[in-house]
């Protein structure tokens, strides 16, 4: 039986409930996390690919008397959407376009197809809650606060940002919410740090970024809001479960977060040494602004690839707090943040390794 | 003042948009796409003035002197002819039409119409491509191209197009009766295209399917391509597609009767070719440094163009619609002549039915054309 300690949860362990991408870094976690608490009845929807029986076979064969389904499909298709929705109860929403580097291409894969499974979902009148796992990235984090929390801004001018991401993230989180206000759609939204875990590797552009050639070091003394897959994960499955917190937001990471030095110098000491360049927080400030007023005055001769939006958002002095996860989820990070970079150092070294 | 439109918002409308905006006395009074979310969101991020998600909307309430199609190809014929019915000025993104057939239809109805037509072949509008073209007007090939090679490099690694493609059965671009082949290589066509004089050259083409595709289990995208283009048994032309081939050039060499040229449209280099060779060991030590010289007056170039802020990436695209919208307001001629708009597609629907012949995914494609072209049409 689902069972949480501390809450009621909304639904049982019957009662069907859809993951899309669930075959994704996060989703594939999301789905071992709802089998281990005894759900029977998932619907896991990815696009086509060879590798997503293989992904969540591993997954079923935990679970025994599971009716666990896999649903090859795109939600750019209306018919694929009602196909996944009919009948659900929970929706986890982790599909997006990470890839995408040009704004549309990063709008239709999280912005539109959000649309289609929310228009299936408002004609299907089974759906509890509708969970969306946005980003972080969403804040403008120019707070007179260093403390970045929930009541913090979301970025009102994503499109200055340059970030095609952030952009189709906001717009997504503001459709959800336009559809729980037109629609009565009861969502949760989750808002997740840097995602980290065995199976990823590279170094988050919060801490630092090769475009230049040499790994120019940006983060300095900055925390970095590292929340390990599991914990993650974790997060995703009681905002869809608890009972008591529809139309809520939650920002995702994890505890005893480390700064960027210290995570950079335990990359180089556990996986592979190399040469990298601080930049003063003042310096890679005015650098930022050098670049947006050039590419401002040149009409986009260089894209504005660097500006005060991205700076705020990753590199300011900020601090995190996970404090509304615990109290109003029961949230505990299942890995601790020692552990899981142990773990994950391990896994990049292993595929510096093999690379 | 130029009112323009543009009807279909994805990623190639951003460099639209963003072009005619660097061009004064034009305004973009609307934009339209059959998804209203995407037509909002370029709305949103350019000054636009209206959004739209039908066609014949924008064609009414906004009442664009020029429209400019950047949909799914298939869609091009059917949208160019309804807005030249409106009365308006068509730039059709590449490629133009499914077939010769659909654009000669589009052609007759813009000069019926007095209206001017015009295809996205932007590339032959970049600096390097100027510079060569003025090169070739002077004379310095002597008595034009004996022999071009045209070479069209694609990374399927580009992870915002191909993987779309290749992740998704239904995607657009397997609709296409050339498939990936009919949405890319037109821009490698055109610039053998502008140097030929017929108007139906013989056409030779061979396809395939990578190995690295293959590996992947995808049989259905021919994604390598040699064509041999002859005509009149004088000037000849190989162009090459290939996903393969590294490094992934864009390449034009020219070879005339007395000098030869190499448009390195990568680097925005534009080689020389010395016709005649100099005397016994002075041919091994002058040519590299005069290659040497060129080199180092490239570089100077594109320093000078991106220090006067002329160097955008989409320079070509500004500097096709700048031409083209000169033409509207001057009455001038064409940046790109309706014939040359319609040998390229003559050489693509040769050479598809050639691809068709021997591959049976190309003759599946094919079976659908007839249909898309009745509903353009019929409409």
């Known amino acids: 039986m689902p069972a949480d300690s501390q809450h009621n949860l909304i639904i049982g362990p019957d009662d069907r409930i859809l993951v899309t991408g669930a075959t994704g870094f996060i989703g594939s976690r999301v789905v071992e996390n709802l089998l281990t608490r005894g759900f029977r009845n998932i619907l896991c929807f990815a696009r086509p690919s060879g590798k997503n029986e293989r992904v969540l076979s591993a997954s079923a064969a935990k679970s025994l008397a599971t009716r666990f389904e896999l649903l090859e499909g795109n939600l750019l298709s209306r018919q694929d959407c009602e196909n996944a929705c009919s009948n659900v109860s929970v929706i986890f929403h982790l599909a997006a376009s990470m890839t995408a580097k040009s704004f549309p291409d990063a709008f239709m894969n999280s912005v539109v197809t959000t649309r289609n499974l929310l228009d299936a979902c408002v004609r299907d009148a089974h759906l509890l809650r509708f969970v969306l796992v946005s980003s972080l990235s969403v804040y403008s984090n120019r707070q007179k606060s260093r403390l970045l929390d929930e009541s913090c801004p979301v970025d009102e001018h994503a499109e200055l940002r340059g970030e095609a991401y952030c952009f189709a993230k906001i717009k997504q989180e503001q459709i959800v919410t336009e559809y729980g206000k037109r629609f009565g759609l009861r969502y949760v939204i989750l808002r997740p740090g840097t995602v980290y875990g065995a199976g990823q590797d590279g170094i988050t552009g919060r801490i630092g970024i090769r475009t230049f050639g040499p790994f120019l070091h940006l983060g300095g003394s900055n925390t970095i809001p590292f929340t390990h897959v599991d914990n993650c994960a974790e997060a995703v499955v009681l905002a869809g479960l608890v009972e008591g917190i529809d139309f809520e937001v939650f920002n995702v990471m994890d505890d005893n977060l480390p700064s960027s030095r210290q995570f950079l110098r335990q990359y180089k000491q556990n996986v592979s040494s190399f040469r990298s360049i601080y930049i003063p927080r003042i310096l890679s400030r005015l650098l930022c602004y050098l670049w947006e007023t050039y590419s401002h005055w040149s009409e986009g001769q260089l894209p504005p690839a660097f500006n005060g939006g991205q700076w705020c958002a990753n590199w300011r002095k900020t601090r995190y707090s996970n404090e509304r996860l615990k109290t109003r989820l029961g949230w505990r990070p299942r890995v601790s943040t020692s552990d899981g970079l142990q773990r994950y150092f391990d896994s990049c070294k292993q595929r510096v390794g093999h690379a | ?379």
Not at chain 2, 163 to 171: N, P, Y
């Open chain 2, 1 to 379: 003042m130029l009112k323009v439109a543009i009807v279909g918002c994805g990623k190639i409308a951003d460099a639209h948009a963003s072009q005619i905006l660097r061009i004064s006395d034009c305004e973009i009074v609307g934009v339209c796409d059959c998804e209203p979310l995407m037509a909002k969101q370029l709305k949103e991020r350019f000054p636009i003035k209206q959004y739209f998600s039908d066609l014949n909307r924008l064609l009414a309430e906004s009442q664009p002197d020029v429209v400019h199609i950047t949909t799914p190809a298939e869609s091009h014929f059917q949208i160019a002819r309804t807005c030249l019915e409106s009365g308006c000025h068509v730039y059709v993104e590449k490629p133009f039409t499914l077939n010769a057939e659909e654009a000669r239809v589009l052609i007759d109805l813009a000069e019926r119409s007095r209206l001017k037509l015009t295809a996205g072949h932007s590339d032959q509008f970049t600096h390097v491509a100027r510079r060569m073209r003025a090169l070739v007007a002077k004379g310095y090939l002597g008595d034009g191209p004996v022999h071009m090679e045209s070479h069209y490099g694609y990374d399927l690694g580009d992870p915002s197009y191909a993987r779309a493609l290749l992740g998704d059965r239904h995607h657009w671009v397997r609709r296409l009766p050339g498939k990936l082949l009919q949405n890319v290589i037109s821009h490698g066509l055109a610039r053998i295209a502008e140097f030929l004089t017929s108007d139906s050259p013989e056409v030779i083409a061979h396809g395939f399917v990578s190995p690295l595709l293959k590996s992947i289990n995808e049989h259905d995208v021919l994604d390598e391509l040699r064509v041999i283009i002859c005509e009149d048994q004088r000037t000849t032309a190989y162009f090459t597609f290939s996903s393969s081939m590294r490094p992934s050039i864009h390449e034009l060499r020219l070879y005339g009767t007395k000098n030869g040229l190499i448009v390195d449209h990568d680097h925005d280099i534009l080689l020389r070719l010395r016709g005649s060779k100099f005397k016994s060991y002075a041919d091994k030590f002058i040519p590299p440094l005069s290659f040497a010289t060129q080199h180092l007056k490239n570089l100077g170039a594109n320093v000078k163009l991106f220090l006067s802020n002329d160097f955008h990436m989409d320079s070509g695209m500004k500097y096709l619609i700048e031409c083209f919208y000169r033409s509207i307001r001057q009455n001038m001629p064409l940046p790109i002549s309706y014939r040359e708009i319609l040998l390229v597609s003559t050489m693509m629907d040769k050479l598809f039915k050639q691809l068709a012949d021997t591959h049976v995914q190309y003759r599946n494609a094919r079976d659908v054309l007839p249909e898309i072209v009745t509903a353009g049409v019929s409409s």
